[in-house]
Structure formats: structure tokens, C-alpha cells
């Protein structure tokens, strides 16, 4: 069994299960140096559920995947479990795309075991892993579908397990359902919900919708536009489980306003 | 429709036009001497198969497609996956390649002659590189069907250059692959043929391109039977693979 990152973690992170200092990203693009993320640091905590929202282009995607270890930082540092990410590591971070993403010419049982395939994990261990993942996400009977047979929400489904089927300690999410319909984007927020709260895991979720921010977050971390600064971090102290009344409270209603006032003064 | 019943209407069209080269040049409705019956092409369809003159000719024209297609396919391919990888190259040499690709390989048959006579090497060099062209065109084609978000996606579960190639580039390229390796074949058998009906000793074109000039049509008519017979064959089998292989391309 090869690991090409094998890292070792500690058992307890002396902090955050994720901590971005100081971190500083410029483009050299033809007109010259455009600067795209400016200083910034965060910490989450383990176990907790970020979501990082902001205009277009204020680089929110690229502090995901600097995150992921699949983009290059120009300065700072990004710390996972207590060390450093310079390369992808799937032991630590699971990583769910925009659009899903899925292999076509592999069965959705197949994209989920894919990671362990990778390292080369036996046959038995992958079938059951995957399976496992199916039942999580709400598929089960459907793993030997290709992705053309599933419906878009299906699809997204099948990623998140594809996410978790390493049983990484984070989850860094992209936008994952900003091509799904509103009503399926709604069932789907209170899936990802469930699915956190029975796998514990910490996660990071980028999205345009503020509704959803709020809806899914513990803590929202505000964007602004290029170049991409923090400019607030909003605590989201709603009650969990989260219901689809809460969307009509007063108190969901002023959390909203409050994101949006700073994406607009941002902007 | 369902699958058979296609099927049945394919078998009785096919039988119709049997039955009509059969029984029209009989009756008289067309001239025999240009289209020979049927059943007196088949005759002599298994009547030449046991000359040893045209054995020599089957093996001579088989292993020129074969050495033809082992040269033109690989070499082929490699330069379109170094012109899809590399920007630099590609940007070079795509716009010439169309051009090229766009004139008739036929009309540098004389060259070929000239520089390489009329043997077995003029027959290769010519077909792969009638082929050449095609397969590089569609070996570009299916480095640039894959997506950079499979790749992405692969990178961040920590697949290795290799893993990426195995696992993301060939199963997306598949499909464009078993394709470009039929119509490779169809390319490479025709300059084959035209090879060997321009100019030649040995081998099927020049056989049937004699019995043409000679006006011997039972024979010619059972040499373009043979051909279509392994042509088909070849085609057929790599389109069942295409489709076992590209059924999620929907």
C-alpha cells in the first residue's frame, strides 16, 4: 500500500483543525502582478461547519483549493491536523466540486471507491467502504448506475461520498450545489446537514447563496471582492438540527442582512 | 421497431439485392459480360481462392496493411498527444498539418515511386502515410476530450502522473482511440490498394486492377467480395469494442 503523502497527525491539533496565517496570493498574469488574496487568516475548529461566502472573483474557490493542497500559495501558511498542506493529501482532506465531477465511464460505486482504488486498497475493502458511503448519502440500490442515469442531485450525492469514503477529518466543499434546481439545492443543504452530524467531520463550504450560508454555518467568513480580504465573520447561533421554518424567523432573516450589508460594503 | 425486426428488414434488403445481381444479368436486364451473376462470382470466388498466385497476392497485401498500420497508428499518435501537450508545437505545426491533411495523399504516389520504386517499401511508406495524417488529427481530438476537472479531481485523491494517465486520460480518450484506430485501418487499406493498382508485381490491387484492364469481371467481381469480406470484418469487430467501451458516452 503506497501513500504518496503520508503525513502523521496528531491525535489532538493544538488548535483548529484547520489554520490559514498570513496568507497572501498573487497572480502574474500578462498585465502584470494582479493581486487575488490578501492576508488572510482563519481557524476552524474541528468539527465545526465554515462557510465562506463572497462576490465573484474574490478568490474564495482559490483559498479552497490552496487548502486542498491543488493550488500554491504565494505566502502564509495552510496547517490541516496540526501540519502544513503542500501537495493533496486524501487522508486528511476530501475534496467535493463545483459540478460533480464524476468519472462517466465508472459506475457510481466506482467513483466512490475511486480514492481507494488509488492507493490500491483490495477489492473487499473497497466494495464495503463504497457501499457504506452509498447508504450514507441516501443511494443505496443505485451504485451501479453510471452518472449519465442520475439526476443532478444524485450526482452530488455520489461526490460526497466519494469525499468521505477515505473517512478524511476535513471536508472542503466548492459551490457543490450551484447548479442544482432551488428545491433540490434545499433537500440537499439538509442532507449535507445530516451526513455531518453523523460523521462529525469539519468542514469548509464555499457558496454564492446567502440563504444557504446561513442555513448550513456555524460561523460565515465574508469575502470581499479582488483582492479577496475577510472582512467579517458572523457566528450563526441558530439552534441544530436546522428546519426549513427557520428560514422565516427573524433572527435567520437579520443573520442575511447582516452578510449581505458586508458583501456590499466589500464590493 | 424492435432489435429484430431491424434486423429482418436489414437481412431482406440485403438478400433483394442478392437476388437481383443474381437474376437480372440472366434475364438479360443487364448485360452479363459487365456485371457477371452472382452465382458465377462466387464460383469463381472459390476457384481463384485456390490458385497459389492469388495466396502470394492475399499475403503479400496483408502484410503491407499490417506493417503500414504498426508504423502509421503509434508514430501517428504520439505526435498528436505532443501536439495537444504542448502548446508551443501545437501552435506550430496544427495549421500546417491541416493543410496538408486537406490535400488528396494520392497525388505524392509518383514521388513515392520515384524515391522508393515500386516494391513493398513504396506500398508501406505510402499507406502510413496516407494514414498518418488521420491519426494524429484524432489522437489530438481525444487528448483534448479530457476533462481538466476529471484531472483536478484525481489529483486531489492524490493520483500519481501515472495513476492520472491510467485512470483519467485513457478511459476518457477510449472511445476517440478505438475510433480513430477503424478509420486508421480504412485509410491504410486504401492506400494499399491504391498502391498497388497504380503500380505493382504482387499483391489483391494488382491482381484485380489486371483482371479489370482485361475485362475478366467474374474475377474482379470475386477480388472486390474478398476485400469487402476482410474489411468489413475488421471494422465491425472494432466497432463492437468502440461501443462496449464508449456505452457512457451519452
Redesign the interface.
Known amino acids: 500500500m503506497t501513500?504518496?503523502?503520508l503525513t502523521l497527525v496528531r491525535d489532538e491539533p493544538a488548535h483548529g483543525a484547520i489554520e490559514v496565517a498570513q496568507l497572501t496570493h498573487v497572480y502574474g498574469g500578462r498585465e502584470g502582478q494582479v493581486p487575488a488574496l490578501e492576508n488572510i487568516s482563519l481557524s476552524v475548529g474541528a468539527g465545526r461547519f465554515v462557510v465562506i461566502v463572497g462576490p465573484s472573483g474574490c478568490g474564495k474557490t482559490s483559498l479552497l483549493m490552496m487548502m486542498?493542497?491543488?493550488r500554491h500559495q504565494s505566502s502564509g501558511t495552510i496547517e490541516v491536523q496540526g501540519a502544513p498542506i503542500t501537495a493533496?493529501?486524501?487522508n486528511r482532506?476530501g475534496?467535493v466540486?463545483q459540478?460533480a465531477?464524476l468519472?462517466?465511464?465508472l459506475t457510481a460505486l466506482d467513483n466512490i471507491a475511486?480514492?481507494l482504488?488509488?492507493?490500491g486498497a483490495p477489492h473487499a475493502e473497497r466494495q464495503q467502504r463504497a457501499e457504506a458511503m452509498l447508504n450514507l448519502v441516501g443511494l443505496s440500490g443505485f451504485g451501479a448506475r453510471?452518472?449519465?442515469e442520475l439526476s443532478g442531485g444524485m450526482k452530488q450525492r455520489v461526490s460526497i461520498a466519494r469525499g468521505l469514503v477515505?473517512d478524511p477529518p476535513v471536508l472542503l466543499m466548492d459551490e457543490p450545489f450551484a447548479a442544482l434546481d432551488e428545491q433540490t439545492r434545499m433537500t440537499m443543504g439538509h442532507e449535507l446537514l445530516r451526513i455531518w452530524s453523523q460523521t462529525a467531520k469539519t468542514v469548509v463550504f464555499v457558496t454564492h447563496s446567502l440563504t444557504e450560508a446561513v442555513y448550513l454555518a456555524d460561523e460565515v467568513l465574508v469575502m470581499s471582492a479582488r483582492p479577496g480580504r475577510i472582512i467579517d465573520r458572523i457566528a450563526i447561533n441558530l439552534p441544530r438540527p436546522r428546519s426549513y421554518e427557520m428560514m422565516g424567523t427573524e433572527t435567520f432573516g437579520r443573520l442575511r442582512d447582516r452578510i449581505w450589508q458586508q458583501i456590499r460594503k466589500g464590493g | 421497431m424492435t432489435r429484430i425486426q431491424l434486423i429482418l428488414i436489414r437481412l431482406l434488403l440485403l438478400a433483394l439485392v442478392l437476388a437481383a445481381w443474381e437474376t437480372l444479368p440472366r434475364q438479360g436486364v443487364i448485360n452479363p459480360m459487365l456485371l457477371p451473376p452472382l452465382g458465377d462470382v462466387l464460383k469463381t470466388l472459390v476457384e481463384i481462392l485456390g490458385r497459389p498466385q492469388v495466396h502470394e497476392a492475399i499475403l503479400v497485401t496483408a502484410a503491407e496493411v499490417i506493417v503500414a498500420f504498426v508504423i502509421a497508428v503509434p508514430l501517428g499518435a504520439l505526435i498528436g498527444v505532443a501536439l495537444a501537450e504542448s502548446d508551443y508545437f501545437g501552435q506550430i505545426f496544427k495549421p500546417l498539418l491541416f493543410y496538408v491533411f486537406s490535400v488528396p495523399k494520392s497525388i505524392f504516389l509518383p514521388m513515392f515511386i520515384l524515391i522508393l520504386g515500386i516494391g513493398f517499401q513504396q506500398k508501406v511508406a505510402y499507406a502510413a502515410f496516407s494514414t498518418l495524417f488521420v491519426v494524429i488529427m484524432s489522437a489530438t481530438a481525444a487528448v483534448e476530450s479530457v476533462k481538466p476537472d476529471h484531472v483536478l479531481v484525481a489529483r486531489s485523491y492524490g493520483a500519481t502522473q501515472l495513476q492520472i494517465l491510467t485512470r483519467v486520460y485513457l478511459p476518457s480518450m477510449m472511445p476517440i482511440l478505438l475510433e480513430t484506430l477503424r478509420i486508421s485501418m480504412i485509410f491504410n487499406f486504401t492506400g494499399v490498394m491504391i498502391a498497388e493498382m497504380y503500380a505493382s508485381r504482387t499483391g489483391l490491387g494488382s491482381l484485380i486492377s489486371n483482371w479489370g484492364e482485361n475485362f475478366q469481371l467474374p474475377q474482379l467481381f470475386a477480388g472486390v467480395i474478398l476485400l469487402a469480406a476482410v474489411a468489413i470484418a475488421f471494422n465491425e469487430s472494432v466497432r463492437f469494442l468502440e461501443h462496449r467501451y464508449s456505452a457512457w458516452r451519452t
Open positions: 501513500q504518496p503523502h486542498a493542497g491543488l493533496p493529501d486524501p482532506v475534496v466540486f459540478e465531477s468519472f462517466p465511464w475511486f480514492p482504488t488509488l492507493r453510471y452518472p449519465h477515505q
